[in-house]
C-alpha cells in the first residue's frame, strides 16, 4: 500500500519543492540568473531523459524536478517582490467591502494596470471622510504617495503587518475623500451584483434573526461576515476548538458543492449534463469565493471542487492528495504570498491531515454499523486535522483547546443543521415570510453558540501559554516532509525513531521550561498612558500601570512572555510618578507634566517632556508618546 500510495502524490511532492522555492526566495537573495540558469538546465536534463527512456528514468525526471521547481519557486517570488510600484497617478478599484468605523473607512484597492494582469499592487486604504457611500467595486483615482505598513512598535501587539503581507498587501494610503469615477465595464458591473447580493443577504438576516448577537453569528456562519460578531463570542469558540466554524472554510465549499451535484445527478450523466454540471459549478464556486471575501481556506477549497468538477466532466478519476497538490501549486504560483498565510496553512495541513491519517485509521478497522461507522470517523476526521495542524496553533496562538474532540462532534452537525436552516430562511425571507420557520432557525443558531459557550466555560478548557518556537516548527515541518515522501510506512524502525524524537523534544521542553522558571527580569513598556512596568519572576508577573489593564492586553502579555499568572495594580490618581531603583541605579516614571524636584541621581527617566531630563538632571530620557520597552533588571 505504501508503494502505491507515493506513486499517486507527485502534485504533492511538486506543491512541497514549489514552496521551498518560494521560502528560499523570501528569505535568502540568490541572484535571478542562478535560477535561470537552474531551471534551464533541469528542463533539459528531463528531456533528455524522457527520450532515452532508460531503466531510472523516472528517478531521473524527479531528480530534475527537484531542481527545477524550488528554482521556480524563487523565481517566481523574486518577480511578485521586485514587480514595478506605482509612484504617480493610481487608478484603483475596491476590492473588499468597505469597513465603516467611528473615525475612518477602511478597505482594500488593487490597481487597473492594463500592462498587467499578475502581481498588480494592492493596497490598504484608510479615508478619514466617513460620509462617503462607498461600494465594493468602485473605481477611483488618486496620486498619493504610499507608504509602508509598519511593523507592531511593542513585540506584544498584533502584528498587522505580517497578517497583511499574508495577504499579499505590503503598502498602505492613508487618504481625507475619496472621488469615485464613473465605470461602465462588465467587471465593475459584476462587482456590483456581488455587492449587491452581500446587501440582500443582511437584509434578509435582518428579518429571520431578530437578535443583534445571534445575526452577526449567523452571517459569520453563513459567509464568514465579522463585523457584528462580539469578541466574547469569538473567545467561546476558541476555547472550544471549533473556531474554523465561524470562518467560511472548505466544509461550506464542499457543501455547496455536494448540492449542485445531488441537484444534477437525477438529471442524467451524460455527457451534455456532465458539461452543464461543470460551468454551473465553476460559477456559483467563483460567485460565492468573491462574495464570501476570497479567504485563502475557501480559495483552497474552490480549486480542488473545481478539479472535482472538471475531473467528472470528463469523466477521470481524481486522486485527493493529488487534487491537493494542484491547487497548492496553481494558488502559490499566482498568489506566493499565500504561504504565509494563517487561513491557507491551517487549512491545507488540516486537509492533509485528512486525506493521509484518516484514510490510513479507517483502513485499519472495519465497521459495518452505521451509527459507530459515522462516529469513528467523525472523531477520526476530527482528531487527525487538529493533530497535523497542532504545530500551526501552537505557534501562533500559544495554546490548546482540550475539548476539541467532544465539541467538534456536537457544534459540527449542529452547525451544519442551522447551516442549511439559515441557508433556506434566508430563501424564504426573500419571497415571503414565515415567522415560525424563522424563530426555529434563530433558535438553531442561539442554540449553537450556548453550546460553544458551555464547553468554552468547562473547567481547563484551553491550555496556555504554551511557547512553541520557530526552530520547534521548521522540525515538525521536515517530519511532514519526510512523511510525504514515505506515506503509510509504519515500520518498527520509524516508530522507534519518532518515540526517540519525542522523548528528545520532551527532555528540551521541560530543560527549557527548568531554565525560565529560574528567569528573573523587569522592564518598562512606554506607551502614553498604558504604559506599565513589569516584573517577571520565572513564569509569574506583576504589572504596574496607569490605567487598569484591558484583558486583551493581559492575554497578549501572557502569551508573549509565558506568563501563567499575572497581577496587576494600578497608580493612585493623585500620585504624579514612582521612583525605581535596580541594580544600583535609579529610574523616575513621571506620569504626570508636572513634578517636583527629586534629590537621587537619576539613570533615566520616563516621561511626556524631553525637558524632565535637563529639570531632574536625568542621563537618558523615554518619551512616554513613542513606544518601546526598557529593560531595568
Not at 527548568?514 to 504589572?543: P, Y
Request: hydrophobic share 45%.
Amino acid at each position: 500500500m505504501g508503494e502505491i500510495s507515493r506513486k499517486n502524490i507527485p502534485m504533492l511532492r511538486y506543491a512541497f519543492l514549489l514552496a521551498t522555492g518560494i521560502c528560499i526566495g523570501h528569505y535568502l537573495s540568490i541572484p535571478a540568473w542562478i535560477g535561470y540558469c537552474a531551471c534551464i538546465g533541469a528542463f533539459l536534463y528531463i528531456v533528455y531523459q524522457i527520450r532515452a527512456a532508460g531503466n531510472n528514468y523516472r528517478m531521473h525526471i524527479f531528480t530534475g524536478m527537484v531542481i527545477m521547481l524550488p528554482a521556480l519557486g524563487i523565481l517566481r517570488m523574486q518577480g511578485w517582490q521586485d514587480g514595478e510600484k506605482q509612484h504617480g497617478i493610481k487608478v484603483l478599484r475596491i476590492t473588499s467591502f468597505p469597513q465603516y468605523q467611528s473615525y475612518q473607512i477602511q478597505f482594500e484597492a488593487t490597481e487597473l494596470d492594463a500592462g498587467r494582469w499578475l502581481d498588480r499592487e494592492t493596497y490598504l486604504v484608510q479615508c478619514k471622510d466617513t460620509s462617503l457611500n462607498l461600494q465594493y467595486g468602485d473605481v477611483f483615482i488618486t496620486n498619493k504617495q504610499a507608504e509602508l505598513v509598519e511593523a507592531p512598535a511593542l513585540p506584544f501587539e498584533f502584528d498587522y503587518k505580517t497578517f497583511l503581507s499574508g495577504n499579499g498587501i505590503t503598502q498602505q494610503l492613508r487618504l481625507c475623500t475619496i472621488n469615485i469615477q464613473p465605470d461602465s465595464g462588465m467587471a465593475s458591473a459584476f462587482y456590483h451584483r456581488i455587492a449587491e447580493s452581500r446587501t440582500q443577504f443582511k437584509k434578509s438576516t435582518a428579518v429571520v434573526f431578530r437578535s443583534p448577537a445571534t445575526r452577526g453569528l449567523a452571517e459569520s456562519l453563513l459567509l464568514g461576515y465579522k463585523e457584528n460578531l462580539d469578541r466574547e463570542t469569538k473567545d467561546d469558540f476558541l476555547k472550544s476548538g471549533v473556531s474554523h466554524l465561524l470562518a467560511v472554510s472548505g466544509m461550506h465549499t464542499a457543501l455547496i458543492y455536494e448540492a449542485i451535484f445531488l441537484l444534477f445527478l437525477p438529471l442524467g450523466r451524460s455527457q451534455k449534463h456532465r458539461f452543464i454540471f461543470l460551468a454551473i459549478a465553476l460559477f456559483v464556486l467563483f460567485y460565492f469565493t468573491l462574495l464570501s471575501g476570497c479567504s485563502a481556506s475557501v480559495l483552497r477549497s474552490s480549486v480542488m471542487c473545481s478539479m472535482f468538477a472538471i475531473a467528472y466532466a470528463f469523466r477521470k478519476k481524481g486522486s485527493g492528495l493529488n487534487t491537493l497538490g494542484t491547487s497548492i501549486v496553481l494558488i502559490l504560483w499566482f498568489c506566493p504570498y499565500q504561504l504565509w498565510n494563517l487561513g491557507f496553512q491551517l487549512s491545507v495541513f488540516a486537509v492533509l491531515g485528512i486525506l493521509t491519517l484518516h484514510r490510513f485509521i479507517s483502513g485499519l478497522f472495519s465497521i459495518t454499523n452505521n451509527i459507530f461507522r459515522y462516529l469513528f470517523d467523525a472523531v477520526s476526521i476530527t482528531v487527525c486535522a487538529q493533530v497535523t495542524t497542532l504545530p500551526i496553533i501552537l505557534y501562533h496562538f500559544h495554546s490548546f483547546p482540550v475539548y476539541f474532540i467532544p465539541a467538534n462532534l456536537l457544534l459540527i452537525p449542529l452547525s451544519t443543521i442551522a447551516l442549511f436552516a439559515s441557508m433556506f430562511s434566508i430563501f424564504i425571507a426573500g419571497i415571503g415570510n414565515m415567522p415560525w420557520l424563522f424563530s426555529t432557525t434563530e433558535w438553531l443558531v442561539e442554540l449553537f453558540a450556548s453550546c460553544a459557550d458551555l464547553i468554552a466555560a468547562l473547567p481547563c478548557s484551553m491550555i496556555h501559554p504554551l511557547a512553541f518556537s520557530a526552530l520547534e516548527a521548521l522540525l515538525v515541518a521536515a517530519l511532514i516532509a519526510y512523511y510525504i515522501q514515505y506515506p503509510f510506512v509504519l515500520s518498527r524502525k520509524i516508530i522507534l525513531t519518532c518515540t526517540l524524537l519525542c522523548l528528545c523534544w520532551s527532555g528540551f521542553r521541560v530543560y527549557a521550561e527548568i531554565q525560565e522558571e529560574q528567569k528573573s527580569s523587569m522592564f518598562f513598556i512606554s506607551n502614553s498612558k498604558r504604559s506599565a512596568l513589569v516584573a517577571m519572576s520565572g513564569l509569574e508577573a506583576a504589572v504596574l500601570n496607569q490605567k487598569p489593564l484591558p484583558a486583551f492586553d493581559e492575554a497578549r502579555l501572557k502569551m508573549h512572555y509565558n506568563i501563567n499568572s499575572l497581577s496587576s495594580a494600578q497608580l493612585p490618581e493623585n500620585s504624579s510618578g514612582i521612583l525605581m531603583h535596580a541594580d544600583q541605579a535609579t529610574y523616575a516614571w513621571i506620569c504626570k507634566k508636572n513634578c517636583t524636584a527629586i534629590n537621587d541621581s537619576i539613570a533615566m527617566v520616563f516621561s511626556y517632556k524631553k525637558a524632565d531630563s535637563i529639570y531632574l538632571k536625568a542621563k537618558k530620557h523615554q518619551l512616554l508618546q513613542v513606544k518601546n520597552i526598557t529593560a531595568i533588571k
